[in-house]
């Protein structure tokens, strides 16, 4: 697939207030994304809670975006698993719905060997026949994609790129300075805090959970880095900080897409509930959520 240089968002997953799929603030995501000026749209990966739901469910959203998408974005499906069948199972159906490409982790729970890793992705690549991005997430997978082996990752035909989430800085350099010349081989950020030395060492830009609800922000500041104009580089990355606050409202490990549907739940896009058994959202932590973003606003 093309590369994309810029801000590729991690989809949140709207539910209604039944805990069933909101298609209705799922499209108003998709199209609000879109004019806010991204690069290209991650359903299933962290933020959407991707492997929490049912491979019904997983497929289900993938047909929708793409659908709502309409060609205007590239899709990138999130089709990790702890089962490599079920992530070709994955594959194959984002394939044929139209995404352009297919964002997966090692498989979690067993923890697989160097070689394992690259038989596993060199087996996507020729069963689901969709370009394959890498995807280092050590929190959940416990396998590091250390610089050696993403480097034998990246000679794969069909690998087409990285997104580096083990906020790892002296392993993103290393990654950075020994792909550098490697055009066809984009590497992207999770970390937002990682997103300026990505793009300064020539990265391509970052898969930023925030621009779900301030895509102008994260595209904004990412044009100002690539462009090397410091003043309005800081001033963006000053508002991309004061939405980091929002992460940490909710408690719990999904307290980012909380926050973040919250947030969205405000701009009147969608609701903000989460599947259970994961513990809803409280209106003391709404109220916190409106707080920063007028915070936010006001920078």
Same mark, same amino acid.
């Given at each position: 697939? @093309?590369?994309?240089?810029?801000?590729?968002?991690?989809?949140?997953?709207?539910?209604?207030?039944?805990?069933?799929?909101? /298609?209705?603030?799922?499209?108003?995501?998709? !199209?609000?994304?879109?004019?806010?000026?991204?690069?290209?749209?991650? +359903?299933?990966?962290?933020?959407?809670?991707?492997? /929490?739901?049912?491979?019904? *469910?997983?497929?289900?959203?993938?047909?929708?975006?793409?659908? /709502?998408?309409?060609?205007?974005?590239?899709?990138?499906?999130?089709?990790?698993?702890?089962?490599?069948? !079920?992530? $070709?199972?994955?594959?194959?159906?984002?394939?044929?719905?139209?995404?352009?490409?297919?964002?997966?982790?090692?498989?979690?729970?067993?923890?697989?060997?160097?070689?394992?890793?690259?038989?596993?992705?060199?087996?996507?690549?020729?069963?689901?026949?969709?370009?394959?991005?890498?995807?280092?997430?050590?929190?959940?997978?416990?396998? !590091?994609?250390?610089?050696?082996?993403?480097? *034998?990752?990246?000679?794969? +035909?069909?690998?087409?790129?990285?997104?580096?989430?083990?906020? !790892?800085?002296?392993?993103?350099?290393?990654?950075?300075?020994?792909? @550098?010349?490697?055009?066809?081989?984009?590497?992207?950020?999770?970390?937002?805090?990682?997103?300026?030395?990505?793009?300064?060492?020539?990265?391509?830009?970052?898969?930023?959970?925030?621009?779900?609800?301030?895509?102008?922000?994260?595209?904004?500041?990412?044009?100002?880095?690539?462009?090397?104009?410091?003043?309005?580089?800081?001033?963006?990355? *000053? @508002?991309?900080?004061?939405?980091?606050?929002?992460?940490?409202?909710?408690?719990? /490990?999904?307290?980012?897409?909380?926050?973040?549907?919250?947030?969205?739940?405000? @701009?009147? $896009?969608?609701?903000?509930?989460?599947?259970?058994?994961?513990?809803?959202?409280?209106?003391?932590?709404?109220?916190?959520?409106?707080?920063?973003?007028?915070?936010?606003?006001?920078?």
């Amino acid at each position: 697939m @093309k590369r994309i240089n810029g801000i590729i968002v991690p989809m949140i997953t709207p539910l209604t207030s039944a805990y069933e799929l909101d /298609f209705t603030g799922l499209e108003k995501l998709v !199209d609000y994304l879109i004019a806010g000026g991204c690069g290209g749209l991650f +359903p299933l990966g962290t933020t959407g809670g991707g492997p /929490f739901y049912s491979m019904e *469910k997983q497929q289900e959203i993938n047909r929708a975006v793409c659908r /709502f998408s309409a060609g205007r974005l590239p899709v990138l499906t999130g089709v990790s698993s702890a089962s490599p069948e !079920d992530s $070709i199972r994955l594959g194959l159906a984002a394939k044929e719905a139209g995404a352009s490409a297919v964002v997966a982790a090692p498989p979690c729970y067993l923890k697989l060997t160097e070689s394992e890793v690259l038989d596993f992705y060199r087996l996507l690549t020729n069963e689901i026949g969709l370009d394959v991005f890498v995807y280092n997430m050590p929190g959940m997978t416990k396998i !590091d994609l250390r610089p050696e082996l993403l480097m *034998k990752l990246a000679e794969i +035909p069909g690998i087409c790129g990285y997104k580096d989430s083990s906020n !790892d800085m002296n392993a993103l350099h290393q990654v950075l300075l020994a792909l @550098k010349d490697k055009a066809d081989f984009p590497i992207y950020v999770g970390p937002e805090s990682l997103m300026v030395e990505n793009v300064m060492f020539v990265g391509a830009g970052g898969v930023s959970a925030g621009a779900n609800l301030y895509p102008e922000v994260y595209v904004n500041g990412y044009r100002a880095m690539r462009d090397g104009n410091l003043k309005e580089m800081l001033r963006w990355q *000053k @508002k991309i900080d004061t939405i980091q606050k929002i992460y940490s409202v909710h408690p719990g /490990f999904n307290s980012v897409a909380m926050g973040l549907k919250t947030g969205l739940k405000l @701009k009147g $896009i969608c609701g903000n509930a989460v599947l259970p058994p994961l513990a809803q959202p409280t209106p003391e932590c709404e109220e916190k959520i409106a707080q920063i973003m007028r915070q936010v606003d006001a920078i």
